[in-house]
């Protein structure tokens, strides 16, 4: 006992000496210390340990905070994530940029002057210069703020704030005065008023687009999907944008408001233009109506649109619930009336809306005018007639080619002559410029500039033998049309001629003669651009079989003239028993029977490009075909139609109709001239041909539009 009682005097000495020393290094760090720190030293070190279950998951909540005047937001987080909660999409303190008129974001222009705020700094540094801090620190303030004394002084600056000192010292404005701090017991403030002007400049909205959701933009389920716009307030909408963090189509976020707003385009004006009122004809008798004139037109109401006298559109419409009294214009029809709203007429160039049926248009058109609709027709176009007392109408019209070369006025074997040409011709500007164009022994001449062409070009009609019966149809020739670009250049032209009325036999004894065909070329090439064939001559009429000439070939090849049974007494002849003599591949065309008679059928490209263009002739009927390669038949047989491969002919033929089972009759046989071949250069585009442009029952042509 006695050893235990001796050791636990022991320890108890040895703890006080413990804490007496302990004590002792406190006090004195503290007085040593005083002046050097006025932070004293709390901290303490906590050890927890919890040994309770795992706390649920909690997902992290947040939102973006309104934007300050400083133009920046803060994402603050609500709810922090607890477990395995959903992260939020910002860390907590995150600082975006605003845009101009989003919250209290605003563009600010100070328009103090100069001599204000060289007052300002003034008075303040005569009221801060000599106002004490609690530690006897001075204050003094000019141009940028300045710092106390170590007594706790304050901090004061005409420029910006001013910061405290350690001991509670004032914060000072620099446009708003300052206060001393706790420990001072006195109160230094300088107030001094400034003007400022703050303008709010709001970002242009721009124009919705796309369609209108309704009732909003959520309607849309995917990404692929989500466009257009929804309505906002005050006639605006909000543009569709597709939100990735909410997985949805939204039309706004909060806050965020303006960074989707956009104007709603008002309707497009549908259909014809009218004015609407008063009439400044001096003969007028009514003012202009607008809407209204379309009362006993209910069908055309829908499709116009009016305008006022101040230049405001609105869309026409049938009122059904309106229909107009018996003594009124229109009675028992229903009221067609401007829509309250507006709508945006579609202009042209010379802002000008379109017009359509019948427009009422004031006298004075600087008030009102409109534009007819653009023809889709390249070669039509619209035009506008005055009608009665400011009505005004759109009709369609063909358009004028800028070279319309003709036959002159000239048919037969034979070119016109230069003064016939002049004759026909010389009421064009470009005719009497020799820079453009020039003519001679049947070719005409063209500089073209380089660009896209509009050509038509047509072949000549057939002849037709001795008489004004209209039981005889000669061939027509071929029409072609169509777009091609071309090089600057010389080009050639030939118009087809067609077949002169022969001057010998009758309507059943000789028959007529071929139509020339029209052909476009560079000059120096070897191919041509465009060949319209010309039409057969008309055979005899009054054997079973009629002399009708065929009509010029859509073909490069030329054809036979048609089988045209006559009556009941008609020869059983069929296509195939006539034969196939037209010319191929550019070559000329051929007849029946004696085939050394070459020199009266239908030219091609081949032949004619070397000996000329000049038409043939027979004296027996006095028979003369197209200039252009027409050819005339020996006998009774239509003439075949020059082209790029001449036409056909089956001459006049006796024959035994045993082979019929006609047995002792005799047949007679003679058909009209084949047509001659027509093509187009591979480089052509747009192409039309007779099949829907018909033949050409008169002399050839060439019209030419452009360059475009």
């Known amino acids: ?110 328009e103090t002057s100069d001599d204000t705020i060289e007052g300002v700094n003034k008075t303040l540094d005569d009221t801060l210069e000599t106002t004490p801090g609690s530690g006897g620190g001075a204050v003094v303030g000019s141009g940028g703020g300045a710092v106390a004394g170590p007594g706790g002084g304050a901090v004061a600056g005409s420029g910006g704030g001013a910061v405290a000192g350690p001991g509670g010292g004032a914060v000072a404005g620099s446009r708003g005065g300052a206060v001393a701090g706790p420990d001072t017991g006195q109160t230094a403030s300088t107030t001094t008023t400034t003007t400022t002007t703050t303008t709010t400049t709001s970002p242009p909205l721009t124009s919705c687009s796309g369609a209108l959701r309704t009732p909003d933009c959520n309607i849309q389920t995917s990404s692929e999907t989500c466009n257009g716009y929804t309505n906002a307030p005050n006639g605006k909408g909000y543009r569709c944008i597709w939100n990735d963090s909410r997985n949805k189509c939204d039309s706004y976020l909060p806050g965020r408001e303006n960074e989707r707003l956009c104007n709603i385009p008002p309707d497009i004006c549908i259909g014809g233009a009218n004015y609407v009122g008063p009439n400044t004809d001096p003969s007028g008798q009514k003012d202009h109506q607008g809407c209204a004139s379309y009362n006993s037109i209910n069908k055309k109401c829908n499709e116009s649109f009016q305008m006022d006298e101040n230049g405001i559109y609105r869309q026409c419409y049938l009122d059904d619930t309106d229909i107009i009294p018996d003594g009124e214009n229109g009675a028992g029809n ?185 052909f476009f070329w560079m000059n120096g090439e070897e191919q041509p651009l465009l060949v319209a064939g010309g039409g057969g001559g008309a055979g005899i009429y009054g054997h079973p079989l009629r002399g009708d000439g065929g009509n010029g070939s859509l073909t490069p090849d030329g054809t036979m003239g048609p089988i045209v049974k ?107 001239g084949g047509g001659g071949g027509s093509i187009f250069d591979a480089n052509f585009t747009d192409k039309e041909d007779s099949s829907t442009l018909g033949y050409n029952d008169g002399g050839g042509y060439i019209k030419i539009w452009g360059p475009y």
Request: hydrophobic letters at 25%; aromatic letters at 8%; proline letters at 4%.
């Open 334 to 518: 229903f009221r067609c009336k401007p829509k309250d709203t507006t709508c945006l007429p579609l202009l042209n160039s010379d802002n000008k809306p379109e017009c359509k049926y019948g427009t009422w248009v004031p006298y004075n058109t600087d008030i009102f005018d409109c534009v007819c609709p653009v023809n889709t027709d390249i070669l039509k176009e619209n035009y506008k007639v005055p009608r009665w007392k400011g009505l005004t109408r759109c009709l369609e019209r063909d358009i004028l080619p800028t070279y319309h070369i003709t036959t002159c006025g000239k048919e037969g074997k034979d070119p016109p002559t230069s003064a016939e040409c002049s004759s026909s011709l010389s009421s064009n500007s470009w005719f009497n410029d020799s820079n453009i164009y020039s003519y001679s022994n049947g070719q005409h001449t063209l500089n073209l500039q380089t660009g896209k062409y509009i050509i038509e070009i047509a072949g000549g009609a057939g002849g037709r033998p001795k008489t004004n019966s209209d039981k005889i149809t000669v061939g027509k020739g071929a029409i072609l049309r169509g777009v091609i670009n071309l090089s600057a250049g010389e080009y050639k032209i030939v118009i087809g001629q067609n077949g002169k009325r022969n001057g010998g036999g009758a309507a059943h004894n000789g028959g007529g003669s071929g139509g020339g065909g029209s």
């Open 1 to 110: 006992m006695k050893d235990i009682s001796f050791w636990c005097i022991v320890l108890s000495i040895v703890v006080i000496f413990i804490i007496h020393h302990i004590l002792n290094s406190t006090i004195e760090g503290l007085e040593n210390g005083e002046e050097e720190s006025g932070v004293p030293d709390n901290s303490e070190a906590t050890l927890e340990i919890n040994f309770s279950e795992p706390p649920s998951p909690v997902s992290c909540i947040g939102s973006w905070s309104s934007c300050s005047a400083d133009c920046e937001k803060k994402y603050n987080i609500t709810t922090a994530r607890v477990g395995n909660g959903i992260d939020c999409p910002y860390e907590s303190g995150e600082i975006e940029s605003c845009s101009p008129g989003e919250g209290e974001c605003q563009e600010v222009v100070d």
């Open 566 to 672: 006559h009556n009941s007494r008609a020869d059983p002849m069929n296509q195939h028993d006539v034969g196939d003599f037209a010319g191929k591949n550019g070559g000329d065309g051929g007849r029946s029977g004696n085939a050394t008679k070459g020199g009266y059928l239908a030219k091609g490209w081949n032949t004619l490009k070397q000996s000329g263009f000049t038409g043939a002739e027979l004296s027996g009927y006095s028979k003369e075909a197209g200039f252009g390669g027409g050819g005339v038949s020996v006998d009774h047989g239509g003439g075949g139609g020059g082209g790029y491969s001449g036409g056909g002919v089956f001459d006049y033929q006796s024959t035994d109709s045993i082979a019929q089972n006609r047995p002792g009759t005799k047949l007679t046989r003679a058909i009209g």
